[in-house]
């Protein structure tokens, strides 16, 4: 049983940046697929970025320049980097596992940006 638990949300002015961490346990990161995504209040949930393999990264063309996924193995941690933060980017984010047919999700961590 794989089991995800995400910390690093806090609240942080427009500009500025946060690293949100996710430990995974119960599992090997390079059997993963580890992924983040964000659910704003009245939204729907959004992916923001994976990672998986040999280090191979893939960002919604919404995401790419301002959030980067980072995958260390040694920690069986995902971190992921979040600069020039806005308004809009105020979510929940999660993190998500699969592993085959198997999927697995933290429990969340809030990021408010204020404006």
């Known amino acids: 049983q794989v089991q995800l638990e995400e910390s690093g949300g806090g609240l942080v002015q427009t500009g500025g940046s946060l690293r949100l961490s996710c430990v995974v346990s119960?599992?090997?990161?390079?059997?993963?697929?580890v992924a983040w995504l964000r659910q704003a209040p009245r939204k729907q949930r959004e992916f923001v970025a994976s990672?998986?393999?040999?280090?191979?990264?893939y960002y919604p063309e919404t995401m790419k320049g301002r959030f980067t996924i980072i995958r260390d193995n040694a920690k069986n941690t995902v971190y992921l980097q979040m600069d020039r933060l806005e308004p809009e980017d105020t979510a929940v984010y999660y993190c998500?596992?699969?592993?085959?047919?198997?999927?697995?999700w933290g429990q969340g961590t809030q990021v408010t940006v204020s404006s």
């Open positions: 990672v998986w393999g040999s280090d191979n990264t």
């Open positions: 119960g599992g090997t990161l390079t059997e993963l697929t």
């Open positions: 998500n596992a699969v592993r085959g047919s198997e999927k697995y």
